[in-house]
């Protein structure tokens, strides 16, 4: 796509640093890629990602720094995200449901059993990838399957409610459905994969 040239506004901006990488392996391998240069270059305890296709509010940073303060526990925070000005019905309707999923995610973020903590704005602590490794292909939903690791190592993760995340959901029924799938297969096997790892963990 033309991320790249679009980024390149920040080229000269002394508070932004602009990497390529070749484009073999998946999204995965891009966080990666980043992480990986982060170690090597600079200290940071919290490390962040965000989709080219999403925007934060201007609070959103604060919003997530702060659940980190309130439990130094936390070892992630996951924002609240809504889709950034729908323009075809398929858009609406995920906006809704994104929207009404914010209330299921406090409930999840009370109990403590959030389980995934999605692209666009996920921090997480350095910590994370220090003991558990980067992010691994994990059938296109590496999101999640790096959150289960978490959960198996006894890591918590956050809910930031105020931490607002804007982004484009598929414009047409075919894209939507494309997404759903892909989601839901890899939900599905990473749910498989972990339960055998803990089966065999107990053995």
């Excluded at 000269?12 to 990488?21: A, H, I, R, S």
């Excluded at 270059?41 to 490390?47: D, G, Q, R, T």
């Excluded at 526990?73 to 994104?98: C, G, H, L, N, R």
Aim: aromatic content about 12%.
């Amino acid at each position: 796509d033309s991320t790249w040239n679009v980024v390149q506004q920040y080229v000269d901006n002394p508070c932004v640093e602009l990497l390529t990488k070749k484009n073999e392996g998946s999204k995965f391998a891009a966080l990666n890629f980043g992480i990986d240069y982060i170690h090597q270059h600079v200290h940071a305890e919290i490390i962040g990602c965000l989709d080219a296709d999403s925007t934060v509010d201007i609070q959103a940073l604060h919003a997530s720094i702060r659940a980190f303060a309130a439990d130094r526990d936390v070892m992630a925070v996951m924002p609240a995200m809504t889709i950034d000005s729908p323009t075809s019905v398929w858009q609406y309707m995920q906006k809704v449901e994104y929207e009404m999923m914010t209330f299921g995610k406090q409930v999840f973020h009370n109990l403590e059993s959030i389980f995934v903590a999605p692209g666009p704005f996920a921090l997480f602590k350095d910590q994370v990838f220090v003991e558990l490794g980067g992010y691994h292909e994990a059938y296109h939903t590496e999101d999640l399957e790096i959150c289960l690791r978490m959960i198996k190592r006894g890591m918590k993760i956050a809910f930031a409610h105020d931490s607002y995340v804007y982004t484009h959901g598929p414009k047409t029924f075919n894209a939507l459905i494309k997404q759903r799938v892909r989601w839901i297969y890899g939900f599905l096997k990473n749910m498989q994969d972990f339960k055998s790892k803990i089966g065999r963990a107990h053995v």
